[in-house]
């Protein structure tokens, strides 16, 4: 009888979940980011909404970024237009944007100071060139102290084809769609970097834009569909130090697949 009472509970609460109001709401510069909030609400059949600015930006990369550094440095950021969802209406909000300069885009600050989050699960999830998901994570967690920042999705723009299938085991994972997953095994302790390492990292890496560093180490784990790699490496920092981060690197199974890169965390 304990036993039935105690598996209806957890029913329950797994229902309830899933019953949760959801919202999905981005801020889409190029399109990547719409595109994986698409996805989303297309998974969760939850409500959808961009985030609009009432000046746009250009659309042209160094344009925005040059506005968006100067709206940073100053402290001042963009009027939006009005939302058409009642974010007191949502229980789980799945927060969009593209990364800038390591956090979010700078709707996002606007959004997150002219609004009440309080009590409201935010989901974060983002498009980036190498990174970013782990520190606009933390900035939103500080931005909004009363909400309750979950674990987040991030995915380069350059593999936005693989949102899809990703965004199945996160949402399964982190129980805000129904199903199961087997989870991923843990990485190998961090070895030295043999030479078929390097091979594997260079032909990952070498062709983005701006150097990513020297492998000095790494750890390893099989799944079904790839084999995947978590680099330690040293790069110059700001201002001409030494840093160190990490790089995940993914090789497919399947015949013909070439190392990607999919994250960096600094």
Known sequence: MKRFLLLTAMMTVITSGFAQKKLVLYYSETGSTKTVAEELQKQLNADIEAIEAVKPYSGNFQETMQRGQREMQSGETPALKPLKSKIADYDVIFLGYPIWFGTYAMPIATLVKDNDFAGKTIVPFCTFGSGGLNTSSDALTKALPKAKIQKGYGVRTARVAAAAKEL?????????????????????????????????????????????????????????????????????????????STIYVTVGKEEGAKPEFTEVVR
């Open 168 to 244: 199945d085991r996160f949402l399964k994972e982190n129980g805000y769609k129904e199903g199961t997953v087997a989870p991923l095994p843990a990485y190998s302790a961090q070895q030295p970097v043999t030479d078929a390492d390097k091979a594997i990292f260079d032909a990952a890496c070498s062709s983005y834009q701006f150097p990513l560093g020297t492998p000095l180490t790494v750890g390893k784990r099989t799944t079904d569909e790839s084999i995947d790699y978590e680099f330690k490496v040293k790069s110059s920092g700001f201002g001409g130090g030494e840093s160190t």
